[in-house]
Each structure stands twice: as C-alpha cells, then as structure tokens.
C-alpha cells in the first residue's frame, strides 16, 4: 500500500505489476519504464500536478515529460483488464481533476495535433498550466503558444 495522501492509496500485486511491466515492455516509447514500480509512476503524476497546481519551475521538455508520464500511465489503463483498470482510473481520480482546473486556454493543444486524440482521453494536452513558471512561459512563447 502506497499512502501519500487521504485521496491517494494504492496497491498492486505481483502478477498486476507484471501485467503493467509487459505492456510498458510491448511499447517502444514506455519500455524503459517498464521495470518501474507502477505505484511510483502514480505518485510522479501527483507530484507533477501538484507542482502545476502552485507554479512549474521547469522548462518545456521538462513539462512535457509529465505529460507524457500521463500518456503511459493512460497506456496502461487502455491496456489492463477490470477491475484493475477501474482501479488505477480511481487513483487518478484526484490528480487529474486538480491537473485539469490548473489548465488554461483549452482551445489549444501542446500535442501533434495530427495524432487526433479524443480530448476526454487526453485532456492533459488541451491547454497549458495557470502557475507556469518563467523558464516554461518563455518556451511556450518561443513556440506560438503566447504573444509576448
């Protein structure tokens, strides 16, 4: 069991953190990972989102690998069967909702807006944090994503 928080608690058995590492392992992009403790990948998303929640200190790179930290965990959900997958959705029940009201200008997106993912599913693209801190802004300025 994993408590960090009253909202974030979680647990997961050998065979379903061997199910997690073989599906990471199967992705080209997540295989690095794969020997990771999918619980700690859980908690990195926490505390990328509670570092978005009160202000980003990183630069862009650093950014979108939260993000892409979210797309593997998003991998994953796609990928196990019930009930671990409602499980792992409930887990991120909290992080999400606090990721989501700390994004601004949904109208935009920091993902290849040919990949066309559905925004439901991939919410954490479609915007760009409130609290962003100076080495983020001035890379998303650099980009198009705000006019100086």
Request: aromatic content about 12%; some cysteine; overall charge negative.
């Amino acid at each position: 069991m994993y408590p960090v928080e009253e909202s974030l608690s979680f647990f997961f058995s050998r065979r379903e953190q061997q199910l997690i590492e073989e599906l990471l392992l199967a992705h080209d992009e997540f295989a690095d990972y794969a020997e990771e403790d999918f619980g700690a990948l859980l908690l990195d998303w926490n505390d990328f989102v509670s570092e978005c929640s009160t202000r980003f200190e990183g630069d862009l790179w650093e950014y979108r690998q939260g993000l892409r930290l979210r797309d593997m965990i998003q991998h994953v959900i796609a990928n196990t069967p019930e009930p671990l997958r409602s499980r792992i959705r409930e887990t991120l029940k909290d992080p999400d909702e606090r990721f989501r009201q700390s994004l601004t200008d949904r109208r935009k997106r920091l993902d290849d807006p040919e990949l066309a993912l559905p925004p439901e599913e991939h919410f954490w693209y479609h915007g760009v944090i409130r609290h962003a801190g100076v080495d983020l802004r001035r890379d998303l300025i650099r980009h198009g994503w705000y006019k100086p």
